[in-house]
Nanobody, 128 residues
């Protein structure tokens, strides 16, 4: 019943921007940590950012360095990942995921197995 549907991927040149969306249905935005992960060919899936639906706190991987912003739109049951100043090394499949629990923090970016539901992924390609 829980569904996460993603949109907003695409191809951009280095320095460009994209806004990824993750629309959730089948559950309430409460006691949920929404995470963003990415996976490039031949590499492990890595955490990018997370947001606590109940608390509104945000968390980022070190490599983000202010370029990405995670946010939520409760009225539309949607979370976003704003990607700015994109670099070729940002090229990957980007996934949103939902973890049901009382905790949300940077540690969950290294604990993909704790996320219960996943979106279908969307491709982000950055050319030089």
């Amino acid at each position: 019943q829980v569904q996460l549907v993603q949109s907003g991927g695409g191809s951009v040149q280095a320095g460009g921007s994209l806004r990824l969306s993750c629309a959730a249905s089948g559950y309430t935005y409460s006691n949920v940590c929404m995470g963003w992960f990415r996976q490039a060919p031949g590499k492990e899936r890595e955490g990018v950012a997370a947001l606590s639906i109940g608390g509104g706190s945000t968390y980022y991987a070190d490599f983000v360095k202010g370029r990405f912003t995670v946010s939520q739109d409760n009225a539309k049951y949607t979370v976003y990942l704003q990607l700015n100043s994109l670099k070729p090394e940002d090229t990957a499949m980007y996934y949103c995921a939902a973890h049901f629990g009382d905790y949300c923090g940077t540690g969950l970016l290294y604990s993909a197995k704790l996320f219960d539901y996943w979106g279908q992924g969307t491709q982000v390609t950055v050319s030089s």
